[in-house]
């Protein structure tokens, strides 16, 4: 063990960076994004520690300017997919041997890395591979990614809890890493997901085939530089990118499968999870299932909510990063008593909003995604324009001649239960239904019901009466529930992230919850003075 102190101090969240004018922050990102848009590079597999060139490339270029080619990406197929696993399964043994201590200081090493000398890198790939401005991505690639890395160094090392003793014996409890290997399965919109999803299962002593999204290449190949750069074994987690069903399922349907941990669609979650029954009887152990998916997360406004506060958390909760996080409100349910002061400052609001690269660091919004995602928003936007039960309230443009731009768009809806109201768009569209005043209840109902997620919601109420009736009403609605405030933000530590019905198992990324589900405890009984007789005293002649 390197250290006397085996258990790392308690972290303190990452200060996020200002980037203001002339601060020596922005000079260094601006110098950062320079030069990664400048050098094109090329990303490999990297299995057992090696990188691998394929010859079947993919481009990656920019969203929000499709002439910026960034990278050319090797893909893997089902065989680099299987030589990943076996690669894995190598290092096993020696990874798990290793004390806490001597694992939790890879990640400890890469934490200060990526909030020092890595941060400029990681936030430029994340600005110009996923269109992110600089503040989203400081939150995400930046602080939420060194948040994940210290905190679960340090709950990685009190993870389980020391059972009592009794007279002529020890007891002990041990936190062993699950039996064969973890496939993580991660998604573009979050750097720090990305880190954190292979990195969790690795802190605790599994070993990790990991699968990044095709639309965060750029930076998966920074996120894993940056790993082997902070000492990471070969083999404990290997790099795969390339068809994405191909790959995931050569990886579920292995026997050595020992868990995943995925954050995706709810429709790709679902088809995982019933491809895992269907094999059951082919793995050596029962593969723990991890997946935050989808939401179509709520605000419910009363009619005593601080009207100006509520337009900033719907402003800021749809369309910061072009509403494509898990947590961004999509739905909102307002009093008809304060709904036309309310649409006003709305209005005012998204007509502020500049739309474009993020490099120009007056954006507040960039491009969506990928063409696919562009042309699933505008047809949405499209079918509101043409539909008399929904009203265009601010936004609804389009524009893909450089890059995937879609505006901040706002619609009224007449109906509570209208497609709208119900399904995830994932994007900058929000729908808002305007509920009568005195049928305040019944629109708690219809906001309980609306959809199948429960990810993230938020109520606004200076009464708190209504505050404490609208938790119990919205009890299970949200895994995620926020008082006078938008229903994006998790810090890790201080807001554990997940929900439940269809938005995932709930297992609280951004807590110790979600890293006991990457051990099997191991209970230890020493006995010193063992019986040598089998009978018991209640058995003996009086």
């Known amino acids: 063990m390197p250290h006397a102190r085996a258990i790392p101090p308690r972290p303190i969240n ?38 691998e060139v ?11 300017d499709r002439s910026l080619l960034l990278a050319v990406a090797h893909e893997g197929n089902v065989d680099h997919a299987h030589r990943a696993i076996d690669a894995a399964m190598a290092a096993k043994r020696g990874w798990a041997a290793l004390s806490q201590a001597d694992r939790s200081a890879v990640f400890l090493k890469a934490a200060e890395m990526a909030a020092s000398t890595w941060r400029q890198r990681l936030n430029a790939a994340t600005m110009l591979g996923q269109s992110k401005t600089a ?20 709950w ?34 979050f750097t720090a997901i990305a880190a954190n999803l292979p990195s969790a299962p690795a802190i605790c002593g599994n070993v990790v085939v990991w699968k990044p999204s095709p639309n965060a290449l750029r930076s998966a190949h920074e996120i894993m530089s940056l790993f082997r750069a902070a000492g990471l074994p070969d083999g404990v987690i290997n790099l795969v990118h390339g068809p994405a069903e191909e790959l995931v399922n050569a990886c579920v349907d292995h026997p050595s499968l ?25 793995y050596k152990q029962y593969p723990r299932i991890v997946g935050e998916t989808g939401g179509k997360d709520f605000v419910f406004a009363h009619a005593s909510a601080d009207v100006e506060a509520l337009a900033v958390a719907l402003v800021r909760g749809a369309f910061e990063y072009q509403g ?9 349910y307002i009093p008809r008593s304060i709904w036309r002061e309310l649409e006003g400052r709305v209005v005012a609001l998204v007509e502020q909003i500049r739309v474009g690269d993020v490099t120009d660091f007056r954006n507040l919004m960039g491009a969506v995604i990928d063409a696919r995602a562009f042309a699933r928003l505008s047809s949405v936007i499209e079918e509101a324009k043409a539909d008399a039960s929904y009203r265009i309230v601010a936004g609804g443009k389009t524009n893909d001649e450089r890059g995937y731009f879609v ?4 619609v009224e809806s007449k109906d509570p239960a209208s497609r709208m109201m119900r399904e995830e768009f994932f994007g900058p569209i929000l729908t808002v239904f ?25 109520v606004f109420a200076q009464d708190r009466t209504f505050v404490a009736k609208a938790m119990a009403a919205l009890s299970e609605a949200a895994g995620n529930f926020y008082i006078n405030d938008k229903p994006t933000g998790a810090v890790v530590g201080q807001q554990p992230f997940g929900g439940g019905r269809l938005s995932g198992t709930n297992d609280k990324a951004g807590s110790v919850a979600n890293l006991h589900r990457w051990v099997s405890p191991r209970a230890i009984k020493e006995t010193f003075v063992p019986p040598t007789a089998v009978d018991y005293p209640s058995m003996r002649e009086p």
């Open 258 to 282: 020992g868990g995943i941990h995925f954050t995706g669609s709810t429709t790709v979650f679902r088809s995982i999870w019933k491809r895992v029954g269907n094999n059951i009887d082919r």
């Open 156 to 189: 990685a090392s009190e993870l389980v809890e020391q059972p009592g003793d009794a007279p002529n014996m020890w007891n002990a409890m041990e936190a062993r890493p699950l039996d064969g290997f973890v496939c993580a399965i991660t998604p573009f919109n």
């Open 14 to 51: 990452e200060p996020v960076k200002s980037y203001a004018p002339a601060s020596a922050e922005r000079q260094e990102l601006k110098a950062a994004l320079a030069t990664m848009a400048g050098s094109q590079v090329e990303i490999p597999l990297v299995i057992g520690g090696r990188d």
């Open 407 to 410: 505006y901040p768009t706002l």
């Open 324 to 332: 494509q996080k898990c947590s961004a409100a999509s739905r909102a």
């Open 135 to 154: 503040y989203q991505a400081e939150i995400d690639s930046a602080c939420e990614l060194v948040d994940f890395l210290r905190f679960n160094a340090y």
């Open 54 to 64: 394929t010859g079947r490339t993919g481009e990656v270029r920019s969203p929000h």
């Open 434 to 458: 305007v509920y009568d005043d005195d049928k305040v209840d019944e629109a708690l109902g219809l906001c309980d019901r609306a959809t199948g997620y429960a990810l993230t919601g938020a």
